[in-house]
């Protein structure tokens, strides 16, 4: 195990080792190393030099594949503070929660999103100072609205620049980013995350993929999906480059990595389905990728091989891995000649774990099964994260130690097996009423929540469908009859929830089928939704 360090030291080592190479690449425009550490620097000083007592804690990032995002990132961890991605595309009412559960004060911006900022900080009552690099005077958004006056805009003609900053005297003990994930409640439950959680995760897949700066890796995921957290500090890690395709481009993946000269491609395996769906594809496709890697959501067989055809010179990993245990903390390199023998229901195994992560599969009581047994997956070691930001009960019911155990284990929530001894983890689904939709993950419970105060409705039922073993392409809710309409049901759910959130289909149930302990059949419920033609 690697000696704990800050996070943002490898960017900083890459920055002076090779200052002229590309750090970051959004369309035709590229960023240097120095320009991308130049930048975050001047967010840096500013944030510090106008900060009331020391740099903040925690710093929001509301951006969407810009240069302003990625420099806010950087900013926060040159402080020695911690990011806190936050969505432009996410409903006010979400990214309010985010930033009122936070306590945020300050908060990095794109110009583009500014507008839609201001919207949510007129609920704010504290003071929130807003760094936007990209504020030119001339921009009609350089002074605050109604409503917003208690806050602060700094704009580009504001930013200080005195020199680029080196590494920050912190303890690597102190968070990298805090994420805030689906919660059961409806409300968002922050997980905070560690530098070292990173660090450890981090150079493990250096070395595993020999990054260097020749390379240049996607960045299909938004911020607020952890697993950008790998596209951005493993390439940064060693000089390479993130290439962030625009909305347009992520709906043309097959077209990015060409243009791009893409070598490393990292993605959710729902984009690889929809490839294989337009013919993308085509064996001899991508000779420019070494690695092509998937996670979020169960990795179909077919679709690996079909991957594998057309970048036959790469190598396909599927990586698994919650939030709570820092972006991936199992592998599995697809082999031509061993894996269709190793898989189950048509699935790629999930793997190993990472060095110096342990496994454990256990019953409903948290004791260990028997080698073959399914069981619930649970993990420790350096990536496991410190638990959900201010809430002990949620902490307390998912980092636990097991009987006859001293280390805390963080409980996935998710069934797998080990087939025999020696052979890789089984991905079997979910022990809960949490799914993957879109590659995101998803508690119905919060869904649920959120309709049954919106319908102010006694009883309200999410759903994935059509499901798969890969996870659900959408919702579908069943609510209890109520005052409300359902297009104003609709429209308020929206306001609420992210799009892969919002049910597809609602449908009204007088009566519930109840089983037999009493509670809402939801098979029942699904099989006669099927039955009447949905």
Request: charged share 20%; proline share 6%; with cysteine.
């Amino acid at each position: 195990m690697s000696e704990p360090r800050p996070l943002i030291s490898g960017f900083l080592a890459s920055a002076k080792q090779f200052p002229d190479r590309p750090a970051l690449s959004i369309q035709n425009d590229q960023w240097t190393y120095a320009d991308l550490h130049q930048r975050a620097s001047d967010l840096t000083h500013t944030i510090s030099a106008h900060a009331e007592a020391q740099f903040p804690d925690l710093v929001g990032v509301f951006g969407h594949r810009s240069v302003a995002a990625f420099s806010g990132v950087v900013a926060a961890l040159l402080g020695g503070g911690a990011y806190v991605p936050l969505n432009p595309t996410f409903p006010a009412e979400r990214t309010l929660q985010m930033v009122e559960r936070a306590a945020l004060t300050w908060i990095v911006a794109e110009r583009e999103a500014l507008a839609d900022l201001l919207k949510i900080l007129q609920s704010v009552g504290r003071r929130v100072s807003i760094v936007v690099p990209d504020l030119l005077p001339g921009d009609d958004l350089t002074s605050l609205p109604e409503g917003c006056s208690q806050h602060r805009l700094i704009g580009a003609g504001d930013l200080l620049s005195q020199g680029a900053l080196g590494l920050p005297d912190i303890d690597s003990e102190q968070l990298a980013y805090l994420l805030f994930t689906s919660g059961s409640t409806g409300i968002p439950k922050g997980v905070k995350v560690k530098q070292t959680n990173v660090t450890a995760f981090v150079d493990v897949m250096v070395e595993r993929y020999g990054i260097n700066e020749q390379d240049r890796l996607s960045q299909t995921f938004d911020l607020t999906f952890d697993l950008s957290a790998f596209d951005m500090f493993v390439a940064w890690e060693r000089g390479a480059c993130v290439c962030c395709p625009t909305q347009g481009e992520k709906m043309l993946p097959a077209k990015y990595v060409k243009s791009q000269s893409l070598t490393i491609w990292f993605s959710v395996p729902s984009t690889a389905i929809m490839m294989k769906r337009l013919r993308m594809l085509k064996p001899d496709s991508y000779p420019t990728l070494r690695y092509s890697l998937f996670c979020g959501e169960a990795l179909p067989l077919d679709v690996t091989e079909a991957f594998q055809q057309s970048a036959p010179a790469s190598i396909v990993e599927n990586l698994y891995g919650p939030t709570e245990l820092t972006i991936a903390c199992t592998l599995y390199r697809y082999n031509q000649e061993t894996t269709a023998d190793e898989a189950e229901l048509g699935v790629v195994p999930i793997g190993y774990p990472y060095p110096n992560m342990t496994v454990l599969i256990v019953d409903e009581s948290l004791h260990e099964v028997a080698v073959g047994e399914a069981g619930e997956l649970l993990m420790t070691g350096p990536q496991l994260s410190a638990g959900y930001w201010q809430d002990e009960e949620k902490t307390a019911a998912a980092f636990v130690v097991p009987p006859g155990r001293s280390e805390v284990f963080y409980r996935t929530g998710d069934r797998v097996k080990q087939a025999s001894e020696g052979s890789p983890l089984l991905y079997l689904g979910r022990v809960d009423n949490q799914i993957k939709v879109q590659g995101y993950r998803v508690e119905l419970g919060e869904i649920e929540a959120v309709l049954r105060d919106v319908a102010q409705a006694d009883v309200a039922i999410a759903m994935g469908y059509p499901e798969g073993i890969e996870g659900a392409e959408g919702i579908i809710a069943f609510v209890s009859p109520s005052v409300v309409a359902d297009k104003a049901v609709s429209a308020a759910a929206a306001a609420h929830l992210p799009g892969y959130m919002q049910p597809k289909d609602l449908i009204r149930i007088e009566d519930f089928p109840l089983n037999a302990n009493g509670k809402v059949d939801r098979k029942a419920l699904l099989e006669s939704y099927i039955k009447q033609g949905a």
